[in-house]
DNA sequence: GCTCGATGTGCGATTAACGCACGTATGGAG
DNA sequence: CTCCATACGTGCGTTAATCGCACATCGAGC
């Protein structure tokens, strides 16, 4: 049946795509048959359809994700006017917390990080970078968000299997409700040892752009925050950089042409 | 003619999904139209395509990026593994040198930035992210880049129209040849003036990933080079930092299933 | 009230996409 | 060396998805 409203092969090339964004590395065409569901002939026509286009490039009997795929990231990035509006302002508070500062936001069922800086004495690195996915659910950037997010998604987010990361990830819905519950009323949200053991994030709330919120986020040992005056100061950082970042559904709308062309 | 190796949709609805990138922001159907020159029917059903897949969000009248396509720049980035291999050591060099510096390769004809690290005191910022594009004839980056590329890439670049950026952008094919050797004999290419008035950009060469050469980077204002031993210093940090990222295209390739899903 | 542009829709013609089936290349095992 | 399993490339008939014109509606601006 024809829609005129969907393209079927777009919406099937781009699965294919994700299908490079999850396992990374070299996906050869029989991988990606077995993970897309499709035809042979299907993936193989998409998948050459993505390295004419610049996503894809072949590697011996695969493919690799391209460069190309940064360029979006990049727009998006550019919209947000991430280079200058956030990063100073990341970077500023990374390094008067010495720890890292993320800014993040919800893409599908995962919160993601849209940009992120790490203070000079980078001492530990959990290796995440732009783009990066995060649970929702045992994280305190995941929390915050979902506090922020309308509640069809937040019961989304809890009717999922729960996963458990750590030892001690909580995986009762009425308790991981209530956190959530309890970052939206105190307006911060932390966890600790819920998705790495050891690890403790503190996210507190951050403009919004249409519906989507943003989070502030800083990661440390789990220890990090007994103190409630280190707590305190860390909530007053991140709270000062959320006032900085400012609106971030609020720059001007007008200046498209902006920027050298 | 049904064509065995081509999906004429898909490639039709990432080149509308590439209108998004270059000018960020929203935009409306009559714009993507325009641009992208496919019929308003067909563009209407990619743009809701897109949408639904969430590639785009819509927003008023029109569309915006939605941060969807940050999770493929994560694929890319986490395939490199950036966030612990690459970051912490543009980080050390930023702060070594108090500059900005930048992982970057190509993307088609431009030069594109992988990662990049700005030092504490971040003075002036160019607004450059993960994912922003330079121009490859007119940047110190896109030189190096271009002097680690294939001959018919180089031509393709000096065939283009030349652009000038600066009041001493240099447009003489000859010379622009030549810079790019110059580039590839000596190890590392300088470019002062050449794009952003007042400012400089020193590049060395990192491995490659397959085929495509990757490049450091860094900024500073136009004199901070001046010094010949101001730039050896530069140099010397620059090609440190580039022994340690290591040959990219060669980290191990076994390890497929890594990371938490 | 009129005009212009944007948006949503109906529908017929076209042809692009699908996927089965066949032949080939590769590469590991015996 | 042979055999087998797997991946790859291709031909082609069928199907229906895509295309793009045409019409209708809506809202803003003059």
Redesign the pocket.
Known sequence: ????????????GLDVLACFEERAGVQ????V?ERSG?????V???C??LEASGYLVREG??FRLAPRVLALAGGYLADLDAGRRVQPVLREAAEALDMEVALATRDRMQAIYVDRAAPASARVTLGLSVGSTLPLLHTAVGRMLLARSAPDIVEAALARPPVRHTETSETDPATLRSAIETARDQGYCIARNAFEPGAAGVAVPVGSLGDRPFVLATTATVNRFDDPKALDEVLNALRHASMVVGRIGQRAEGDTASGRG
């Open positions: 049946m024809s829609d005129r409203t969907f393209a079927a092969t777009l919406a099937k050869t065409m029989p991988e048959v499709f035809d042979r002939a299907t193989r026509r998409l050459l359809t009997r695969g």
